[in-house]
């Protein structure tokens, strides 16, 4: 065969299409030498973490007063809203970030001495004692994981229940948080190979000890942060791994204990707790730290919001009885913040930075709110009793008069929230016993501070101090009005309250007169409540015995000391004798007492509402086909409809039956208004309305039949 006969029979024909295997060659395989192609990056939730920012910063909030509310007001609400929540929330994070200071300090030095000291056999380990509150173990192993990653060269990992079901899952979590903390893209590529080329298994600690090794880290923590919701065999388990590691792997545990250290040591085994070295560390109780950040962000003075007794009560029976964190709390806050601001069309007067001027922002629609008040009302009647008639009438009538009652009770309301607090704090500071600031808080702000308990107590214990320990009382009064309050950012007030310094000073100069006097004639000296004021006398007439009450005879320093203590305590009475903040004018602006939305939002009841709006349909629809009734009504819907059948119904339901009732009520008889194949439709779906509420389940007894669930108002 020719050349050209040959090539052309070649023709078509291509080698490559014959291939079992083909070898890829880049177009620059030349020139550049082959590089890792970059990581594929997840923009999606940055994307939408921005849109959401976008939205919430143009989202306004709505004018009141039926939509006669100017612009600016609305804009100036949604300010002071921003700027007094940043500013309270500032507050409240200075104190969670130094909550447990003295515990993150103590496990940091433990965990970096133990770190150092490798020749061990036991496993360094730390119990943390959180108490029974175990929604604050998340913020104090939260503050140790960023404590020890910036103080501890190592990786640190916590490990929850949720996330270890076994002891494969465990090995996995760890081996996978300890290496992600410190690696790069070379180290994520060579992570599971050995030295020598063996592929290792992602939950082999080998390769923990390579990251180790590689790292040349200090130390490798491990924190089981709700350790005893772990199994206990699980727990032993990696107890004894981590012990047989110890002599590579630089291993240190922390436990988070809700209960006690011997709980929790008699669960585990014998040889687990020979394998720890331990040292137990204590965390300040939630109720302490909830009671300070109460105490700066609802009772200080730089406080732009307090709250009523009502709402503080709902707080904090919430947070006793569903045992809810500290973060809880301060999420309830923001929302009374929120409500307050969002709500209240006075919220305006908050304003104190002094711009525009009140007569320019408030309308006349302001006004007539104003005078709507309870509030307003108590101060008018105040004005009626002492005979101010024309002062409350111009309040009424006129615009003017009433703005000018605003800003003169505006520049004295801090004064007079001032004193309020003041005598708080003094009262406090006086208790023989410690004192819970928010019952304090709350007693106070139901204007009942000087009848309350705590008062009553204080001067009992006058009563019977001696003059050694009423010289330390005085002292200690004194001193607390120097001093202040830092915990209510509240500065000492020596200056204004002169004059009942002033007598303090000259009761306890006279107080230590007398005590001098005793001590040169060796008398001791009592106050006649401290001493029985009568005595028994008995007389032997005709051999018969007669008891007689005579008082007992004081001397004249005892009579002195007397007076002292009477005086002392007519001074307190006075002092703590303070008005009742929900009397005062315009408390509304800057008190928040509703309960409402709170409890629908933080504890709702969505069985009372679902029941409701079955029983009473047209409360939610609005439309003209229901009928304002309730029961049985043809108009409503069915699945309303075949609730209120089911209601009358036993524990057992025959469905026949039911749907024979159910499509004479909306089929209309003989009319026939309603097809019975479009009754049907809309009979199973109501029945599967009611059986994904719960109220209804196929019954085990009757293959016809549905056995009834739950019972209306139970």
Known sequence: MSEINEENSHKGFDAADHQTAYVYNPANADNEPLARPPKRRKVLKIKSSAANSIEAKSFNFEPLLDGLETQECAGLRKTLFEISWSATEARIQSILSEANEGTLAEVTAFVGDSGLARDTERVPTGFVVTGPNITSQGLLFNQLATRLKSEIHGPVVTLRSGDAS??????????????????????????????????????????????????????????????????????????????????????????????SVDLFHERLSRAASRSLEGRQFDVEQTS?????????????????????????????????????????????????????????????????????????????????????????????????????????????????????????????????TARILRAMHVAAACSPESVAKIELYMTTFQGNLGESDLVRSILDSIKRMTPEDLTEFIQRASEAIEAGCPGMDLEGWAEEDAEFLGELSEIQSQVSSLLQESEKSGKPVRSSYAIHS???????????????????????????????????????????????????????????????????????????????????????????????????????????????????TGSLINIFDLWSAFFEMIGGGDEAKVDERDALVLFYRALADLKSLGMVKQSKKKADHLAKVSWKGL
């Open 166 to 259: 076994n002891l494969k899952a465990a090995l996995k979590q760890l081996i996978r948080d300890a290496t992600n903390q410190r690696s790069s893209l070379d180290d994520e590529e060579d992570i599971s190979s050995h030295k020598y080329g063996r592929k290792l298994l992602n939950y082999d600690l080998k390769i923990l000890h390579g990251h180790v090794e590689a790292h040349e880290s200090q130390a490798v923590v491990v924190a089981f942060q709700d350790s005893e919701a772990f199994d206990t065999s699980l727990l032993a388990d990696l107890i004894s791994l981590f012990s047989s590691w110890k002599d590579r792997i630089p291993f240190v545990l922390l436990f988070g204990i809700a209960t």
């Open 288 to 416: 302490s730290l909830l009671e300070r950040i109460f105490e700066k962000a609802v009772i200080g003075v730089e406080a732009s919001l307090r709250l009523g007794t009502k709402l503080v009560s709902e707080l904090i029976e919430r947070q006793e009885d569903h045992v809810q964190s500290v973060q809880s709390f301060v999420e309830a806050l923001k929302y009374s913040y929120m409500c307050h601001f969002y709500g209240n069309p006075l919220s305006i007067l908050n304003d104190v930075s002094g711009g525009a001027p009140l007569s320019k922002l408030l309308q006349s629609q302001h006004f007539e709110l104003i005078r709507m008040l309870p509030s307003f009302k108590k101060l008018t009647e105040g004005l009626i009793e002492a005979g101010k008639l024309i002062q409350a009438r111009d309040l009424l009538r006129d615009d003017k008069a009433l703005l000018r009652e605003v800003i003169s009770c505006f520049e004295s309301r801090h004064t007079d």
């Open 534 to 648: 009568k005595g028994v006398r008995t007389t032997v007439i005709a051999q018969r015995v007669q008891l007689s009450y005579e008082k007992s005879t004081l001397s004249e320093q005892d009579k002195e000391f007397t007076a002292l203590v009477d005086r002392l305590s007519q001074l307190l009475v006075d002092y703590f004798t303070v008005d009742n903040p929900q009397d005062m004018f315009l408390n509304e602006v800057w008190l928040f007492n509703s309960t409402s939305p709170y409890r629908d939002y933080f504890t709702p009841r969505p069985r009372a509402v679902i029941e409701r709006a079955l029983s009473a349909p047209y409360d939610y629809l609005n439309c003209e086909c229901c009928e304002p009734l309730e029961g049985l009504s043809s108009t409503h819907p069915a699945t309303a409809i075949l609730y209120q059948m089911y209601l009358e």
